[in-house]
T-cell receptor, first 115, second 115 residues
Framework: ETGVTQTPRHLVMGMTNKKSLKCEQHLGHNAMYWYKQSAKKPLELMFVYSLEERVENNSVPSRFSPECPNSSHLFLHLHTLQPEDSALYLC??????????????FGPGTRLTVL | QKEVEQDPGPLSVPEGAIVSLNCTYSNSAFQYFMWYRQYSRKGPELLMYTYSSGNKEDGRFTAQVDKSSKYISLFIRDSQPSDSATYLCAMSAGAGGTSYGKLTFGQGTILTVHP
């Protein structure tokens, strides 16, 4: 595997379910990010981790819970979601933090549908 | 007012046309400017990166930044069907002060180049 991988690629869940999204980066980067991409809206930064420490929680509801066990893996735990949480969830990584001018590399995303 | 404004399109052009994509912004602290390309069912990938004002050329792509007008552009010459994608502008104030290099994205312009 190369770059940033995300699993699953598609997820359908009910409002009472609990599920987790997984992200893995194979680039040796120190920072990882979760973004939400909704139709006709800009990418919304949700969480930033640097060297496994959360450095940003961008006013995200508590039904989204991130976890970063090491610098290569990032999870997003989901519970009691709402239909408006349906979106593409993108994971990204970057070589350094604080990010000055380094590129963020994105995974392919998980398409989440909440019924 | 949104921090970054980008016309969502969609934009449809014939093969070989010159394409102009634009973003305006309101935060005068932005000094790093990027264009990402996102193909369907893929994550965004960095296409062009510019620091401060000026032009940057890479093959058929030219990025322009006019900080005095708070306006950035991406030009695509001799457009090809393979250029069909969503183009996202992104910008950052850098890692100084309370900003840690957070990227602020436009909502993306959907481009279709037809043969």
């Amino acid at each position: 595997e190369t770059g940033v991988t995300q699993t699953p690629r598609h997820l359908v869940m009910g409002m009472t379910n609990k599920k987790s999204l997984k992200c893995e980066q194979h680039l040796g980067h120190n920072a990882m990010y979760w973004y939400k991409q909704s139709a006709k809206k800009p990418l919304e930064l949700m969480f930033v981790y640097s060297l496994e420490e959360r450095v940003e929680n961008n006013s995200v509801p508590s039904r989204f819970s991130p976890e970063c066990p090491n610098s290569s893996h990032l999870f997003l735990h989901l519970h009691t979601l709402q239909p408006e949480d349906s979106a593409l969830y993108l994971c990204a990584s970057s070589p350094s933090f604080p990010w000055e001018a380094s590129e963020q590399f994105f995974g392919p995303g998980t398409r989440l549908t909440v019924l | 007012q949104k921090e970054v404004e980008q016309d969502p399109g969609p934009l449809s052009v014939p093969e070989g046309a010159i394409v102009s994509l634009n973003c305006t912004y309101s935060n005068s602290a932005f000094q790093y400017f990027m264009w990402y390309r996102q193909y369907s069912r893929k994550g965004p990938e960095l296409l062009m990166y510019t620091y401060s004002s000026g032009n940057k050329e890479d093959g058929r792509f030219t990025a322009q930044v006019d900080k005095s007008s708070k306006y950035i552009s991406l030009f695509i010459r001799d457009s090809q069907p393979s250029d069909s994608a969503t183009y996202l502008c992104a910008m950052s104030a850098g890692a100084g002060g309370t900003s840690y290099g957070k990227l602020t994205f436009g909502q993306g312009t959907i481009l279709t180049v037809h043969p």
